[in-house]
């Protein structure tokens, strides 16, 4: 099936063309309700009879004259479970007049939950916290959101304002539409790295600050063998997450996939405008050599691949290693689990390699929200539109992004001199004010996953430590952003048949990976490997995804 142009020119112009209708027909003091001009003549039409029963806009609060109460999923968190009395329900209804129906499942159940009530037709209006919509597509209990989102003007304004076009032609499917309103940052995050033992470092002879900005893996090597001699021990990284985060991190800069992004294999050559299977390239050889030199030189503990987590931490915390991978959220809870005095941890920047200083994370994009349809067939396309405004405001404004993640200023936070938000002395929250009696999640329900996602670099700023601000820096000042990859809008038809292939496929690369890096297997059989891929259908799985491209690169702006 070939995708439709005109579906698509709509969603791309419509980003741009209508945003103007949305904020000047939306934005004033008045709460002028007129809704937002339209490429669709019978939206318009059905539009203008809306009745004005509600205040909204880019920048303005939404209000509902009468109360309203919209049913949603609610993803249960263990480490700060649902509460009824939670600060968060009514901040949000003082601001809006709108409660929820909550549909409360535990984390851990709730893409189960999530699919049997998609899929019996039965799904809350609002099924936020949805990381993967793919498979809900073509049930027809979800909406194709893309058609509604001129009438979000805060959505709108933040696609424009920050360039967000490139962005969400990765949430395109075949037909041309999106099925869920992902959550936006202006900036992307900084992503995982590796936090080191920066006072060992040091005493080795590793001028950690002054260098590491600049260090390639190579060099990243030569200071952990530095390490190494100074400190005589068996290894300096033992690593968690079963090496999935240091193969990711580092498969950017090689030019290849690898560990939790492996995915198919495939890399998009920007220049000849293909896709490329990178797994079996000169590249990748390279790459595995890397991780197979750090195990050969006793640097890496081979049981980084296969040790839980638990294990990898007590190595580090006994002060045994030196570098563990992680995300920078997890630097205040590790520094105090520290066995050794005056351990000084440290998260460097992401090392370059082959290809350059690359930035390891390039999508802005958050997970998201996925309407069902039952809310359009249960309220109508004007109750349906007011429902879109009262979710513009809270998940796309300043405003609403604001008090899901802070609260209510003067209760939870006040502001300083520059308009930086600060935090409640006696409120902890992602390393701020430790030992604090009272947390933002647990006792307010503010910061928690349902809400608070996306937003302004500031707002995205203002959650960090001065520490994981300092490393967001870095790494945006000294690591070049990457080109998005283009989307495989395939048809479910093709979505199959390439399932098919590239399951078996990765499993072996998979396979391979570990063995090459070990040492189980020796790269004098780099050609075996290599034929054995290309056995395993490699090769026609790049060429259906470049005839996939090809016939949708027009839309996509190729």
């Given at each position: 099936?070939?995708?439709?142009?005109?579906?698509?020119?709509?969603?791309?112009?419509?980003?741009?063309?209508?945003?103007?209708?949305c904020?000047?027909?939306?934005?004033?003091?008045?709460?002028?309700?007129?809704?937002?001009?339209?490429?669709?003549?019978?939206?318009?039409?059905?539009?203008?009879?809306?009745?004005?029963?509600?205040t909204?806009?880019?920048?303005?609060?939404?209000?509902?004259?009468e109360?309203?109460?919209?049913s949603?999923?609610?993803?249960?968190?263990?480490?700060?479970?649902?509460?009824?009395?939670?600060?968060?329900?009514?901040?949000?209804?003082?601001?809006?007049?709108?409660?929820?129906?909550?549909?409360?499942?535990?984390?851990?159940?709730?893409?189960?939950q999530?699919?049997?009530?998609?899929?019996?037709?039965?799904?809350?209006?609002?099924?936020?916290?949805?990381y993967d919509?793919?498979a809900?597509?073509?049930?027809?209990?979800?909406?194709p959101?893309?058609d509604?989102?001129?009438?979000?003007?805060?959505?709108?304004?933040?696609?424009?304002?920050?360039?967000m076009?490139?962005d969400?032609?990765?949430?395109?499917?075949?037909?041309?539409?999106y099925?869920?309103?992902?959550?936006?940052?202006e900036i992307?995050?900084?992503?995982?790295?590796?936090?080191?033992?920066?006072?060992?470092?040091?005493?080795a002879?590793?001028?950690?600050?002054?260098?590491?900005?600049?260090?390639?893996?190579?060099?990243?090597?030569?200071?952990?063998?530095?390490?190494?001699?100074?400190?005589?021990s068996?290894?300096?990284?033992?690593?968690?997450?079963?090496g999935e985060?240091?193969?990711?991190i580092?498969?950017?800069?090689?030019?290849?996939?690898g560990?939790?992004?492996?995915?198919?294999?495939?890399?998009?050559?920007?220049?000849?405008?293909?896709?490329?299977?990178?797994?079996?390239s000169?590249?990748?050889?390279n790459?595995?050599?890397?991780?197979n030199?750090?195990?050969?030189?006793?640097i890496?503990?081979p049981?980084?691949?296969t040790?839980?987590?638990d294990?990898a931490?007590?190595?580090?915390?006994?002060?045994?290693?030196?570098?563990?991978?992680?995300?920078?959220?997890?630097?205040a809870?590790f520094?105090?689990?520290?066995?050794?005095?005056?351990?000084?941890?440290?998260?460097?920047?992401?090392p370059?390699?082959?290809?350059?200083?690359?930035?390891?994370?390039?999508?802005?994009?958050?997970?998201?929200?996925?309407?069902?349809?039952?809310?359009l067939d249960?309220?109508?396309?004007?109750?349906?539109i007011?429902?879109?405004?009262?979710?513009?405001?809270?998940?796309?404004s300043?405003?609403?992004?604001?008090?899901?993640?802070?609260?209510?200023?003067?209760?939870?936070?006040?502001?300083?001199?520059?308009?930086?938000?600060?935090?409640?002395?006696?409120?902890?929250?992602?390393g701020?004010?430790?030992?604090?009696?009272?947390?933002?999640?647990?006792?307010?329900?503010?910061a928690?996953g349902?809400?608070?996602?996306?937003?302004?670099?500031?707002?995205?700023?203002?959650?960090?430590t001065d520490?994981e601000?300092?490393f967001?820096?870095?790494?945006?000042?000294?690591?070049?952003?990457?080109?998005?990859?283009?989307?495989?809008?395939?048809?479910?038809e093709?979505?199959?048949?390439?399932?098919?292939?590239?399951?078996?496929?990765?499993?072996?690369?998979?396979?391979?990976?570990?063995?090459?890096?070990?040492?189980?297997e020796?790269?004098?059989?780099?050609?075996?490997?290599?034929?054995?891929?290309?056995?395993?259908?490699?090769?026609?799985?790049?060429?259906?995804?470049?005839?996939?491209?090809?016939?949708?690169?027009?839309?996509?702006?190729?």
């Open positions: 099936m070939r995708v439709r142009k005109s579906s698509v020119m709509v969603l791309l112009t419509s980003m741009l063309v209508l945003m103007t209708a904020s000047s027909g939306n934005n004033g003091a008045s709460g002028n309700n007129t809704p937002a001009a339209s490429n669709d003549a019978a939206n318009n039409t059905t539009a203008t009879a809306e009745a004005a029963d509600y909204f806009g880019a920048d303005q609060t939404f209000h509902s004259n109360p309203v109460s919209y949603m999923m609610y993803s249960d968190h263990e480490n700060y479970p649902y509460n009824k009395d939670w600060r968060l329900w009514s901040a949000i209804q003082e601001k809006t007049n709108v409660t929820f129906d909550l549909s409360i499942t535990a984390r851990t159940e709730y893409e189960n999530k699919s049997l009530l998609v899929n019996s037709g039965d799904a809350p209006y609002i099924i936020p916290k949805t919509e793919s809900f597509v073509s049930t027809g209990q979800i909406v959101v893309s509604w989102v001129q009438y979000m003007p805060n959505y709108m304004k933040a696609v424009q304002d920050w360039g076009e490139e969400l032609k990765a949430k395109l499917k075949e037909d041309g539409k099925y869920v309103l992902p959550g936006m940052w992307a995050g900084g992503g995982y790295s590796y936090i080191i033992r920066k006072d060992v470092f040091e005493a002879g590793v001028d950690v600050e002054g260098q590491q900005g600049n260090w390639t893996y190579e060099d990243f090597y030569e200071a952990m063998k530095k390490v190494k001699d100074y400190t005589g068996n290894y300096v990284i033992s690593d968690q997450f079963k985060s240091a193969l990711n580092a498969a950017v800069q090689y030019g290849v996939t560990g939790w992004g492996l995915s198919n294999g495939l890399n998009f050559d920007h220049d000849k405008q293909q896709f490329v299977f990178a797994d079996a000169e590249d990748f050889k790459y595995l050599g890397y991780f030199k750090l195990i050969t030189d006793g890496m503990d049981e980084s691949f040790q839980e987590d294990a931490q007590a190595k580090f915390f006994k002060g045994d290693t030196y570098v563990i991978s992680g995300i920078y959220q997890v630097l809870d520094k105090s689990k520290m066995q050794v005095p005056d351990s000084e941890l440290y998260m460097i920047t992401q370059g390699g082959p290809k350059g200083k690359l930035q390891v994370e390039t999508s802005r994009l958050e997970n998201g929200i996925m309407i069902s349809q039952n809310a249960d309220l109508g396309e004007e109750g349906f007011k429902m879109l405004r009262f979710i513009d405001w809270l998940w796309y300043n405003e609403g992004q604001t008090l899901s993640l802070w609260g209510v200023e003067g209760e939870t936070y006040t502001k300083d001199a520059a308009g930086n938000i600060v935090l409640n002395p006696d409120i902890y929250y992602n701020m004010n430790e030992g604090a009696a009272k947390q933002l999640n647990v006792d307010y329900g503010f928690g349902v809400f608070a996602y996306g937003g302004s670099e500031k707002l995205k700023m203002s959650k960090m520490g601000k300092d967001v820096n870095r790494v945006q000042t000294t690591r070049e952003t990457r080109k998005l990859v283009p989307p495989i809008m395939a048809t479910p093709e979505s199959e048949q390439m399932k098919l292939i590239s399951t078996p496929l990765m499993d072996y690369v998979k396979t391979m990976t570990l063995k090459f890096i070990t040492g189980q020796s790269f004098d059989n780099w050609n075996q490997y290599t034929a054995q891929v290309e056995a395993n259908g490699s090769t026609r799985y790049t060429e259906m995804a470049n005839e996939i491209f090809q016939k949708t690169k027009d839309l996509l702006g190729y």
